[in-house]
């Protein structure tokens, strides 16, 4: 059964810092991995894409990486702002037949001033 | 505004109530999906519509009833929902069935059963 599985559930950081926020997947044959970003109420919003031959993806202050042999990705938030207060998921497709997305139960990260 | 809109945004209704959830999407997509979200779990996929015609239905209750007129719109007909079933009811479209492409999100309906 293909799995995502974040880590931390959630996080406190100051703003300003740096955090890094983790996604392993059990998915196979993989197509692509994707971040999404969740506001509180809102609905969620793509911040990356990566697929098997690609390692690093940015996006501003988000850094996703993705080692497809180890089956990892992460997501890196360079100098927090309080505007990263979300909940961040990791979405993971298979490839071939209908390429279903499974998706991770998040992260939740508050920034605090 | 994120090129797909969801009403009513909040919903509260009895167990013996009907309603229905309304999405539209301006953005040209030819799939249109349904998901649920509850607390402290991953999104579920409910339903999902590829050019008006339903592809997929994940093992939902037949008290969810979805209804894909065109390409632009897609309703959720609710009717005798349990408690259970309250949750964020998240539309979303892309430009093509399958999931390759990205999926775009409607905002959500905060759906209250009592």
């Known amino acids: 059964k293909n799995q995502v599985e974040q880590s931390p559930q959630s996080l406190i950081i100051l703003e300003g810092k740096n955090c890094t926020l983790q996604?392993?997947?059990?998915?196979?044959?993989?197509?692509?991995l994707r971040w999404y970003k969740q506001d509180t109420g809102r609905g969620p919003v793509s911040l990356t894409i990566?697929?098997?031959?690609?390692n690093t993806k940015s996006n501003g202050r988000y850094t996703a990486t993705l080692d497809a042999d180890t089956k990892q990705s992460s997501l890196h938030i360079t100098a927090s702002q309080l505007s990263d207060s979300a909940s961040y998921i990791c979405?993971?497709?298979?490839?071939?037949?209908?390429?279903?997305?499974?998706f991770g139960r998040g992260t939740s990260l508050i920034v605090h001033p | 505004e994120t090129g797909v809109t969801q009403t009513p945004r909040h919903l509260v209704m009895g167990m013996t109530n009907k309603k229905s959830l309304k999405c539209e999407q301006h953005?040209?997509?030819?799939?249109m999906y349904w998901y649920k979200q509850s607390a402290k779990k991953p999104l579920e996929l409910m339903f999902v519509?590829?050019?008006?015609?339903?592809?997929e239905n994940n093992s939902v209750p037949s008290r969810f009833s979805p209804e894909c007129p065109n390409s632009s719109h897609l309703f959720l007909h609710l009717h005798t929902l349990q408690p259970e079933d309250s949750a964020l009811y998240l539309c979303?479209?892309?430009?093509?069935?399958?999931?390759?492409?990205?999926?775009?999100f409607g905002e959500g309906s905060r759906l209250t059963v009592l």
């Open positions: 979303a479209s892309s430009p093509t069935s399958g999931f390759a492409g990205e999926l775009f």
């Open positions: 996604c392993n997947y059990t998915v196979s044959p993989f197509s692509n």
């Open positions: 979405v993971v497709s298979e490839s071939g037949g209908s390429y279903i997305p499974t």
């Open positions: 519509y590829s050019l008006e015609e339903r592809v």
């Open positions: 990566m697929t098997f031959s690609e």
């Open positions: 953005l040209g997509h030819n799939a």
